[in-house]
């Protein structure tokens, strides 16, 4: 059974850090595409940022220059570092990995989910 379950989320000021961790489990991920996507109250689900093909990533605009994605293959970890959070940046956070090897920005092309992280920034 697939599963992804992600850890790290938590109440920060604004200004403050926290890195995400998503562990995968059930089958070897090394060749997945990973992503962070988000997902705040009334909203959609909205890409954060990507890792595949031997470590290549893409950042929505948002976030660039913020966050940071990295992954683990040996031990199946992706993370997500988050510094200089704002409040808008207030969201449950889900680790996603899609099958093909070529990434996506689109939530619809992830084959796996995990249950989500919420992630809360006070001004």
């Known amino acids: 059974q697939v599963q992804l379950v992600e850890s790290g989320g938590g109440l920060v000021q604004a200004g403050g850090s926290l890195r995400l961790s998503c562990v995968a489990s059930?089958?070897?991920?090394?060749?997945?595409?990973m992503g962070w996507f988000r997902q705040a109250p009334g909203k959609g689900r909205e890409f954060v940022a990507t890792i595949w093909d031997g470590g290549r990533t893409y950042y929505a605009d948002s976030v660039k220059g913020r966050f940071t994605i990295s992954r683990d293959k040996d031990k199946n970890l992706v993370y997500l570092q988050m510094n200089s959070l704002k409040p808008e940046d207030t969201a449950v956070y889900y680790c996603?990995?899609?099958?093909?090897?070529?990434?996506?920005?689109?939530?619809?092309?992830?084959?796996?989910w995990g249950q989500g992280t919420q992630v809360t920034v006070s001004s």
């Open positions: 059930g089958r070897t991920f090394s060749n997945y595409a």
């Open positions: 996603a990995a899609r099958s093909l090897g070529y990434t996506s920005t689109r939530a619809i092309d992830y084959d796996y």
